[in-house]
């Protein structure tokens, strides 16, 4: 099974910062890597597929980057909905594994 | 638009079997795997399988092999996940979600179902 890790697994930010999750698998998985955002009590939503391309309706300070086995999802300037755990999912093989997740709260 | 409706919370006792439906509407069923998720309470997300409306196949995961049973019926265009031999730690948040994309991703999700297992 192809293992997902997330750095930072939580982080304290304020409204405007620029924030920056990373995550990594165990093995190359090219561009095949989805980013969801679940809040407390609702369904994971998705924000962007195969590494970069952004969901329909997503806001654009939302954006995902890398291959291989690195990859990055970036809010450019964080705002007060976007207060949430993150969790990245590659889809190169199955099980299809998600990653543990990373906490943004308010700092 | 399209919507992904599970039925209701569960509790059930340790050894027993619980079926989790999930009712698809607003595209067409038979295109698009469903899968399901699991989460437990206060953890991560934890893919199960999916399985093809076109033609029934299913992938579980090894995990769940001779535990889970994912079906769907296209006459009513809903998928079902049935999980036997339940215990304490299969309490958790069970979600449906479409299957979408030539990178597979899930793009619309079930609301959750509940299902606890206690004695």
């Known amino acids: 099974d192809i293992q997902m890790t997330q750095s930072p697994s939580s982080l304290s930010a304020s409204v405007g910062d620029r924030v920056t999750i990373t995550c990594r698998a165990s093995?190359?998985?090219?561009?095949?890597l989805n980013w969801y955002q679940q809040k407390p009590g609702k369904a994971p939503k998705l924000l962007i597929c195969?590494?970069?391309s952004l969901q329909s309706g997503v806001p654009s300070r939302f954006s995902g980057s890398g291959s291989g086995t690195d990859f990055t999802l970036t809010i450019s300037s964080l705002q007060p909905e976007d207060f949430a755990t993150y969790y990245c999912?590659?889809?190169?093989?199955?099980?299809?594994?998600f990653g543990p997740g990373t906490k943004v709260d308010m700092k | 638009q399209v919507q992904l409706v599970q039925s209701g919370a569960e509790v059930k006792k340790p050894g027993a079997s619980v079926k989790v439906s999930c009712k698809a509407s607003?595209?067409?069923?038979?295109?698009?795997?469903i899968i399901w998720v699991r989460q437990a309470p206060g953890q991560g997300l934890e893919w199960m399988g999916w399985?093809?409306?076109?033609?029934?196949?299913?992938n579980y995961a090894q995990k769940f092999q001779g535990r889970v049973t994912m079906t769907t019926d296209t006459s009513t265009t809903t998928a079902y996940m049935e999980l036997g031999s339940l215990r304490s730690d299969d309490t958790a948040v069970y979600y449906c979600?479409?299957?979408?994309?030539?990178?597979?991703?899930?793009?619309?999700w079930g609301q959750g179902t509940l299902v606890t297992v206690s004695s």
């Open positions: 195969a590494a970069s």
């Open positions: 399985i093809s409306p076109n033609n029934g196949n299913t």
């Open positions: 979600a479409r299957q979408s994309g030539v990178v597979p991703n899930f793009d619309y």
């Open positions: 999912q590659q889809s190169y093989s199955t099980p299809r594994t």
């Open positions: 093995q190359s998985i090219s561009s095949y």
């Open positions: 607003g595209y067409t069923f038979s295109t698009y795997a």
